[in-house]
């Protein structure tokens, strides 16, 4: 693929690369290095996977992070045993999902 966007200059060139995202602001600066990367073979699995797979996977993607982004900025991350405490309200928040949706 890559010789023929340098043959042929109307074929885009596809980046099949690792990008990491580094944010220097809080409260993304919390957040881990974001890593992207396309891959053809994966782009292909996703369409086999269900709809609905895809979503819940990118929101338990979201929530995990949201979780750490959250305890850093209420302060819970200086507190003794801080994964602790992390780890937990994730446990208990998937009680509540649990209890409430049964």
Not at 31 to 58: C, E, R
Not at 84 to 93: A, P
Request: aromatic share 16%; net charge neutral; no cysteine.
């Amino acid at each position: 693929m890559e010789r023929l966007t340098s043959l042929f200059l109307s074929i885009p060139e596809l980046l099949i690369t690792r990008r990491h995202y580094r944010f220097a602001d809080p409260p993304l600066r919390w957040l881990d290095t974001v890593i992207t990367a396309f891959y053809p073979f994966a782009i292909g699995l996703i369409f086999l996977m269900p709809i609905d797979l895809i979503f819940s996977t990118l929101v338990f993607y979201a929530l995990y992070h949201g979780q750490d982004v959250l305890g850093r900025a209420v302060g819970w991350h200086l507190l003794p045993n801080s994964r602790i405490v992390i780890s937990n309200l994730s446990e208990v928040s998937s009680v509540y999902y649990v209890a409430y949706y049964g």
